[in-house]
């Protein structure tokens, strides 16, 4: 639990999802094919991110802790995602799905989760413009740094698609100084 705990909130020594980068001539974005893998996520309905955010954290963090039909402990990772796909209107509510991304141990075969609300989920390979930016993001600076993401796609007139877009976050919240965030617009296939 210390060492899992240590991960969460330091954030150091933790597994990232593979991906490959692509040469791109643009300074403002990367752009990242990841390779297949699990994740195990659980999606909620609501207006503010941040809250979805939390809430599947702690589910998250429940499962890694050994919720789980094995009774597994599993090893944090990074980043944790949320994938967004924003509602109709501005009093409308979005889904949220927010992943952990599955140890390699693990990526063959996961602990199934015994929260109905939990899941694993195979993501296919992707694509991925990537911006990264640091601080302590909150939805306000995510939001800001997607449409600094949108408008240098289109500047640049590359293929992409603007909804479902993703959150990712790297660092504990007690991590206070060099800390990294990402947004990501998948390439349009």
């Given at each position: ?6 991960q ?19 300074t403002?974005?990367?752009i ?51 994938r ?12 949220f ?58 500047r ?14 790297y ?19």
């Amino acid at each position: 639990m210390f060492k899992a705990l240590g991960q969460a909130l330091l954030g150091v020594g933790l597994q990232n999802p593979k991906f490959v980068p692509v040469e791109t001539s643009a300074t403002d974005y990367e752009i990242r094919i990841y390779v297949e893998s699990k994740w195990v996520s659980t999606s909620l309905r609501g207006m503010a991110m941040d809250e979805a955010m939390n809430t599947g954290f702690r589910r998250l963090f429940n499962y890694i802790q050994g919720n789980n039909q094995n009774k597994t402990k599993v090893e944090m990772t990074a980043p944790v995602t949320c994938r967004v796909e924003p509602g109709a209107g501005p009093a409308c509510e979005s889904n949220f799905t927010v992943s952990f991304y599955v140890p390699e141990q693990f990526q063959a075969e996961p602990p199934a989760p015994t929260e109905p609300s939990v899941f694993i989920e195979t993501r296919k390979e992707f694509t991925a413009y990537v911006r990264t930016f640091g601080g302590f993001a909150n939805e306000e600076m995510k939001k800001k740094e997607l449409v600094n993401l949108l408008e240098s796609l289109r500047r640049d007139a590359v293929p992409f698609v603007e909804q479902p877009y993703y959150t990712a976050g790297y660092d504990s919240p007690f991590k206070l100084t060099n800390r990294r965030n990402e947004v990501w617009i998948l390439k349009q296939e």
